[in-house]
C-alpha cells in the first residue's frame, strides 16, 4: 500500500523531511504548500514534487493528502492542524507542538474527534547513539544507574546575527532554550531514563539580542531514583567538527559502569575501575543527526499502515509539555515542582 504525503512549510529544517520521504517505501510525495511561492516551487523541483500550493485548504482539496507532514513555526500548528485533521488526513507535525498545554490539549482533542493519527516529529529519540544507549541500557550493562548528565553546547547562539540565517525566529522566541531545544532532552531522557517526577531549574539569557532564554541548568528527579543533569549553553561549543550533529556531550553512570556520549556521535564504556574502550556500533552520516528524521518518519508510516498507536503521538508526547512548563515554573519560583 502506498500513502499519498503533503508537506507544508519549506523552511530550514523541511529539507530533512522531504529528502527522508525521497527514501521511504511505499511513500509518495504528491504537493508542497508554502505561501512563499518561490521558495516552494525551489523545493518542488529539489525533490521532485508535482504540485505546488500556497493555501492549504486548496491543497487538500485538489491532492486529497492521506499524510500530512507541518513543517512550519509552532504559532501556525494549531490552525493548520485542524484544517488537514478536518480533511481526514494522518497528520504529523513539527515541535515545538504548541505554544502552551492548554494549545496542545486543544489539538490532541481535535485528533481524537476526527479519530485520526496525530504525532509529533520528535526525531531525537531516533538518533542511533540514543537508539544503541537504550539497548545497552535493556541489557544492564551499566548496572544499577546513578545519573545521566548532558552538556548542550552547539556554539550556534552568539553575537547579534545568532540563528538569523537558519531559523530567523528563534530571535523572537519568548521561551527559547527549553520550549525550542530542551522539549527533545525531556523527551529524550524519559526515553531512555523512564517518568519524570520532579524537576528544579535555573535559566538565564546570555545573548541581548534574542528575546528568550539560551543557557541554564535543569535537575530531573525520575521515578526510578536516577538524578539527570541539563546543562546547556548555545553560546558555547564543544570539540566536534559538527557541533550540530550531537549537539553536545552525555555521560551515564552506574554501579558496574559508565557510558559516554561524545560530540561525533561516539559512545565509549569505562568497567567501574577499568579502562573506556569505545563501543563499536553501526549508524549512518546522512541527512540530520545520524538519519533521525528518515528513522522517526519510517516509524511513523508504519504505524499509520499497521493501525498501531506511536510513543511519539499526540497525546503520549503532551507529558512532554507539561514538564517544559514545570521547568519554567520552577525557574520562576525558585524551587522543585512536583510533575
Not at 143 to 161: K, T, V
Not at 202 to 228: T, V, Y
Request: contains cysteine.
Amino acid at each position: 500500500m502506498t500513502l499519498t504525503v503533503a508537506g507544508v512549510g519549506t523552511g530550514y529544517f523541511a529539507q530533512y523531511h522531504f529528502e527522508a520521504w525521497q527514501r521511504i517505501d511505499n511513500i509518495e510525495l504528491v504537493a508542497v504548500c508554502d505561501h512563499d511561492t518561490n521558495r516552494a516551487h525551489s523545493t518542488a523541483r529539489r525533490y521532485g514534487i508535482p504540485m505546488v500550493f500556497d493555501d492549504l485548504e486548496t491543497m487538500l482539496q485538489q491532492t486529497r493528502p492521506e499524510v500530512v507532514d507541518i513543517i512550519t513555526p509552532p504559532d501556525t500548528h494549531e490552525s493548520l492542524a485542524g484544517i488537514a485533521l478536518a480533511a481526514g488526513a494522518a497528520v504529523i507535525c513539527q515541535k515545538p507542538l504548541a505554544p502552551d498545554v492548554a494549545t496542545a490539549r486543544r489539538m490532541i482533542k481535535s485528533a481524537e474527534q476526527h479519530n485520526a493519527f496525530f504525532a509529533v516529529h520528535e526525531n531525537f529519540r531516533f538518533q542511533p547513539w540514543y537508539q544503541e544507549i537504550r539497548r545497552l541500557l535493556g541489557h544492564e550493562t551499566l548496572g544499577d544507574l546513578y545519573s545521566a548528565s548532558f552538556r548542550l553546547r552547539p556554539g550556534d547562539g552568539q553575537g547579534s546575527d545568532a540563528y538569523l540565517e537558519r531559523q530567523p525566529y528563534f530571535q523572537q522566541m519568548e521561551r527559547f532554550l527549553i520550549h525550542e531545544t530542551g522539549i527533545h532532552f525531556i523527551d529524550t531522557y524519559r526515553y531512555l531514563f523512564g517518568e519524570i517526577q520532579r524537576v528544579y531549574a535555573d535559566l538565564r539569557r546570555l545573548n541581548p539580542a534574542i528575546a528568550g532564554e539560551d543557557a541554564g541548568m535543569i535537575l530531573f528527579d525520575f521515578k526510578s531514583g536516577i538524578r539527570g543533569l541539563w546543562d546547556a549553553n548555545r553560546l558555547a561549543d564543544h570539540t566536534a567538527k559538527d557541533t550540530r550533529l550531537t549537539m553536545g556531550e552525555m555521560l551515564i553512570e552506574g554501579s558496574e559502569a559508565a557510558l559516554r556520549l561524545d560530540g561525533a556521535g561516539r559512545l565509549f564504556i569505562r568497567p567501574k575501575g577499568g579502562v573506556e574502550s569505545t563501543h563499536p556500533y553501526d549508524w549512518s552520516n546522512q541527512g540530520f543527526a545520524g538519519d533521525s528524521v528518515f528513522a522517526c518518519q519510517r516509524h511513523l508510516i508504519q504505524c499509520i499502515l499497521e493501525k498501531r498507536p506511536s510513543p511519539i503521538s499526540g497525546c503520549e508526547y503532551l507529558r512532554n509539555l507539561v514538564i517544559e512548563e514545570a521547568i519554567y515554573e520552577s525557574n520562576h519560583k525558585g524551587e522543585k515542582i512536583e510533575v
